[in-house]
């Protein structure tokens, strides 16, 4: 764009911005709210993208392309208006714009809520995989559920967390369109009998309860291209609202009854995040966006393809995320069978074909399993399905391993009274992976290992990535700005093309560009911080962050114990020599999980003390942030110097927070565990410090027994000091932390928290002499960056384009 076309751009964006706002609001722009103005914009931009849309969509339709869906119970996608305002390449002409018509951009930005629909990685995958698919020009879409409420807003009151409702739609939401048209009716209850029509087996869903699912879809627009995709989200209501006959005979409370009964599927998104609660509601959630999703699909593709289900196994991808959408399997099933009338045998080609599946987490406790009466009771139909397809991979098993009848019968998808979600994936999917390579070692090697001996060739392995247009030329626009600057603008495109700042590795002028950046977005967040906890964080000392769910396996304890230790040490000698420090937290807890809680009051409790404590002033901070999401995510990330990643070995499938850490510049203080294996083979060990145990050292203890951790306590006299101050009231008057000791003591620790304690101490010394020569830091932090591109969601949909969907 040369100057002339960016003004002729700028005076009919701002003619158009006028009219829009008077539009909207009925006043004229000096009189509009900025709700009104920032309303205003998001209209002018859907304008836009709508147009697009239409056309995109038609031409998908003419050239019958191959299509992906992603059904995911949670889509974690953030802001849109900036992200759609850079990815159709209007950021400079709305910026200079408001800017000469003397708006607050940041301020009308600021009006936007963030959609929580999701509880951290798993939705927010889901959010930068369709990014990616719309960068790169792939017509990938997401299935889901349209919450009323997110995921509870976080407070912290008195130091704990309290929960707050989440109302996200309370101004409404621009970038959404109801499409009553499209209305499916969901199923549940009632019976199945079968009849003999026309010679053959027909059966029949009757005395039902009918709920009506309305889609709502959101745009998915392409950064710099022609693609715009979407997101439907499912919402829950009443068949034709309220009933009205019910109504005039006075039962009023029934039928409002009726109404919030059916309303109460799209209520509320579960805030469990790698956890598993086998409500009857979260039963009804899954079945919800699945048969809903499926229906429109199905009938999508016949009006494309002359009312015929024909090579639907070849031009449609269903993609589960997790096990929560597992029933896609038994209703493609029924659908091709009852409604379509094909037979088994070719329904069944048609489903595996078309189904792939993403095991996310190896927790036990997260596992699903429904017990089968409230399965059969609740969906007859899918659960005599499933049924019938155990009972003939069963047979088939029998069959092809007379010999090993007892591992056969071990891989049943229904047994203890249960239905294995996993195992009915696994069962119905042509391809299952990981989420990065040591996850799927263990999917293959321990979780699976069964399936892995009886279909090893649908094993595969994708290790997650995450959208660098969000997390880093969004997040961290000085950032991008001197890598346009020093390499060129084909990384935005490529971002394996950050290897070329290897040219720059040793070159002072731009360490001082780069070092200059990572200062300011750190007096970016010190502000936040003294805006919201009225806390002064000193810029300079190194930030060292750890965020992300609160959870026993990701050991925010392990950190909270260190900064206790480290804080003993200042006490005993002021005078240590160490690079100031500020530790800063965040990340709810699911408010139900006790243990969870107790250890954000732990570390709010520890921050009390320690920034009250004048003595140690000017070395350490501790914070803990409230509310963690993605808007905030975005304003943490790029301050960061160090990125915690310290989960016990084994249980971190992958994390996705280490990938956005390392694209800005931060470095990894992490065990071997999930993607950070990998990030530590891209960056090289002078550029990373791993510490504790493997996860073979984690299985072998497990498995066999021999960590005491009473021993450790007993042989580690900082730990009995931490751990005594845990219970003893140095924390705080009336404060005890007896659940934690008890864990760790008690109930042998069974993360090992005290186990790698000393290595973590060590690591911890290390990364403070790293930071003290000031050269060896920058360098470690560019080439984090440089070596970054293998993290980059684009190149984990390129992946699963060419492996799993097998999309030329
Ligand atoms: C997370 C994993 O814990 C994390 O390691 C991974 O990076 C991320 O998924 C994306 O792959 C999971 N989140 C959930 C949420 C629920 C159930 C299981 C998992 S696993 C509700």
């Known amino acids: ?150 995921l509870f807003e976080q407070r912290i009151i008195n130091g704990e967390q309290v929960e707050v409702a989440d109302n996200w739609l309370k101004n409404g939401y621009p970038f959404e369109i109801r499409k009553p048209d499209k209305s499916v009716i969901v199923k549940y209850y009632g019976s199945i009998h079968s009849e003999n029509i026309n010679g053959s087996l027909t059966f029949i869903h009757e005395d039902y309860e009918p709920i009506m699912a309305v889609p709502y879809d959101i745009p998915i627009k392409g950064y710099h291209n022609e693609t715009v995709n979407s997101l439907r989200l499912w919402s829950a209501e009443p068949i034709d609202g309220f009933d009205l006959p019910t109504f005039n005979q006075g039962q009023f409370l029934y039928a409002i009854r009726q109404k919030s009964e059916a309303e109460s599927i799209s209520q509320i998104l579960y805030p469990n995040d790698s956890g598993f609660d086998g409500k009857l509601l979260r039963l009804k959630q899954e079945y919800f966006f699945v048969c809903a999703g499926l229906k429109r699909i199905v009938s999508h593709y016949k009006r494309n393809n002359s009312n015929s289900v024909d090579g639907f196994g070849e031009k449609i991808c269903i993609h589960i995320n997790d096990t929560h959408p597992a029933m896609c399997g038994p209703e493609l099933m029924r659908i091709l069978m009852d409604e379509e009338g094909l037979g088994w045998n070719d329904a069944w080609k048609m489903t595996v074909s078309a189904l792939s599946f993403t095991n996310h987490t190896v927790l036990p406790e997260a596992l699903e399993k429904w017990p089968i009466n409230m399965m059969n009771k609740l969906l007859p139909r899918i659960y005599m399905i499933i049924e019938e397809i155990n009972r003939r991979f069963i047979e088939e098993l029998d069959a092809c391993y007379p010999n090993n009848i007892e591992r056969n019968h071990s891989l049943s998808i229904i047994k203890d009274g249960q239905v294995h979600m996993a195992s009915l994936s696994i069962v119905t999917s042509h391809s299952i992976n990981g989420v990065a390579s040591l996850h799927s070692k263990i999917l293959r090697e321990e979780t699976f290992n069964g399936f892995y001996q009886v279909f090893p060739e649908r094993f595969h ?50 360490y001082e560009k780069f070092d200059a950046i990572k200062l300011a977005n750190k007096f970016y967040l010190a502000d936040y911080i003294t805006k919201h906890i009225d806390i002064s964080v000193d810029p300079n000392s190194i930030f060292d962050i750890q965020v992300k769910r609160i959870h026993e396996y990701k050991r925010q304890l392990l950190n909270a114990l260190h900064i206790l230790y480290l804080y003993n040490r200042l006490k005993e000698n002021p005078n240590l020599e160490m690079a100031p420090r500020t530790f800063i937290f965040a990340g709810k807890a699911a408010p139900g999980y006790y243990f969870a809680k107790d250890i954000i009051k732990l570390i709010n409790a520890i921050a009390y003390m320690v920034n009250n404590d004048k003595t140690v002033q000017d070395k350490m901070k501790v914070v803990f942030l409230a509310n963690f999401n993605v808007s905030l995510a975005e304003i943490i990330y790029p301050s960061a110097n160090v990125s915690e990643q310290i989960s016990t070995a084994g249980k971190e499938a992958s994390g996705t927070s280490n990938m956005k850490f390392m694209m800005n510049g931060a470095i990894t203080l992490g065990t071997m565990d999930g993607a950070n294996i990998e990030i530590s083979e891209a960056v090289g060990p002078t550029n990373i410090v791993t510490f504790g145990l493997t996860s073979d050292e984690v299985f072998h203890y497990q498995k066999y027994g021999g960590y005491h951790s009473v021993d450790v306590f007993e042989q580690d006299p900082r730990i009995q000091k931490v751990m005594h101050q845990l219970v003893d009231g140095t924390l705080g008057f009336g404060l005890n932390f007896q659940s934690i000791y008890d864990s760790l003591i008690l109930y042998n620790d069974p993360y090992f928290v005290l186990k790698d304690f000393n290595a973590y101490s060590d690591a911890q010394n290390r990364i403070d002499q790293l930071f003290r020569n000031n050269k060896t830091w920058t360098k470690m932090s560019i080439s984090n960056i440089a070596q970054s591109g293998m993290f980059s969601s684009d190149r984990s949909i390129a992946d699963y384009q060419r492996e799993i969907w097998e999309i030329k």
């Open 1 to 150: 764009m040369n100057s002339s076309e960016k003004q002729t751009k700028k005076e009919a964006f701002k003619a158009d911005y006028i009219n829009k706002i008077e539009e909207v609001s009925g006043n004229c722009l000096e009189e509009s709210s900025v709700l009104k103005q920032y309303q205003a914009l998001a209209e002018l931009v859907m304008d836009e993208i709508t147009t697009q849309w239409a056309k995109i969509n038609t031409q998908y339709n003419k050239h019958q392309t191959k299509q992906v869906y992603f059904f995911s119970i949670e889509f974690l996608i953030g802001r849109l208006l900036k992200s759609y305002i850079n990815n159709i390449d209007m950021d400079e002409v709305v910026t200079e714009s408001l800017e000469e018509l003397g708006l607050d951009y940041a301020a009308i930005q600021e009006q936007e809520s963030d959609p929580g629909l999701g509880n951290g990685g798993l939705g927010r995958l889901m959010a930068c995989y369709l990014d990616s698919s719309a960068a790169m020009g792939m017509p990938a879409n997401g299935n889901g559920i349209r919450y009323k409420y997110g």
């Open 461 to 510: 392995s994708v290790t997650n990535g995450v959208s660098p247009r969000r997390f880093l030329m969004r997040s961290n626009p000085k950032l991008k700005d001197l890598l346009n600057e020093s390499i060129g603008i084909e990384w935005e495109k490529n971002l394996f093309q950050l290897k070329k700042l290897s040219n720059y590795i040793n070159d002072p002028v731009f």
